[in-house]
């Protein structure tokens, strides 16, 4: 684990490193990567870092098919988000990280994932990824208090780590410390099963209201304490209503996406309902 002070240079690190180890093992051709974004949002970008690197390639589709067509003799890896929130709202279906592990494997080439929203717990486990069974190579997380400076971290295999050199700005001693309080917390007893079951609990209230107002939404989906309602039309007006009545949501085009804190509680999670049940009522009118 390499501890960094932003996303940025957790991504730029991370590829580099697997750059400098295929060069230490004789493959200093394998410099390309693919990055996993998806067909749900055509603005999805490159993470932080790695915009202008001309040997990096979004792939804007899950098929199987086309993922196999762009790797060549050039490529070093591909990455993806388990939970895809840069451009909406997406759970990557653990059958697709699966089999990008086979044409990792396949292919010997590095599969890593970006952990930086849906990991350090949010899932319910500590990463998101633990659900599907599918192991990366290398990972990044980041951590962002608003009372610390940020802290990121690059985790790989003991393989990969050969790649590793110097140069990175290493995460200051505010960051580690509130790092250190958020992986104690996380690792408290019965920390995980309360996350889950607020989880659940958030599920179930949110299902509730979906079909309750099926003339509002077209869909609803999630993971732990990742959800999302999805509108027929721009969900921008309806946050603002959200907002007027103190609830605050993160909206990307026709998607709500409710994030709410690790420890919320279960009044949190009823207030925030009713405060959506209210403003769809009044839309309803």
Not at 172 to 179: E, M, Q, T
Not at 204 to 227: I, W
């Amino acid at each position: 684990m390499f501890l960094l002070s932003s996303e940025a240079d957790a991504w730029r690190s991370a590829v580099e490193m697997v750059r400098r180890y295929n060069g230490l093992v004789g493959r200093p051709k394998r410099r390309r990567f693919i990055v996993c974004v998806g067909a749900s949002d055509a603005t999805a970008k490159l993470p932080p870092g790695l915009e202008g690197d001309d040997e990096i390639v979004i792939l804007r589709t899950d098929d199987h098919a086309a993922l196999q067509a762009e790797v060549d003799v050039t490529t070093a890896g591909i990455l993806i988000a388990p939970v895809r929130t840069r451009a909406g709202f997406e759970v990557v279906p653990g059958s697709v990280l699966a089999r990008l592990r086979e044409t990792a494997d396949e292919y010997g080439i590095i599969l890593g994932f970006d952990e930086t929203f849906c990991g350090l717990g949010r899932s319910g486990m500590l990463w998101a990824h633990e659900w599907t069974g599918v192991t990366p190579d290398l990972m990044v997380a980041s951590h962002a208090p608003a009372d610390a400076p940020p802290l990121a971290a690059l985790v790989v295999t003991q393989r990969l780590a050969r790649g590793a050199f110097g140069g990175s700005p290493l995460a200051d001693g505010a960051a580690l410390l509130a790092g250190h309080a958020l992986m104690e917390a996380l690792s408290t007893p019965g920390f995980q099963e309360r996350v889950q079951n607020r989880s659940w609990y958030l599920e179930d209230q949110l299902s509730a209201l979906f079909y309750r107002r099926r003339a509002a939404f077209t869909a609803l989906g999630g993971l732990g304490l990742m959800q999302a309602l999805t509108l027929a039309a721009d969900a921008e007006p309806m946050r603002a209503k959200l907002a007027e009545h103190g609830l605050l949501i993160r909206t990307t085009g026709s998607v709500l996406g409710l994030f709410p804190p690790l420890t919320v509680e279960e009044s949190d999670i009823d207030a925030a309902v009713s405060c959506i049940d209210m403003v769809c009522a009044q839309e309803e009118r």
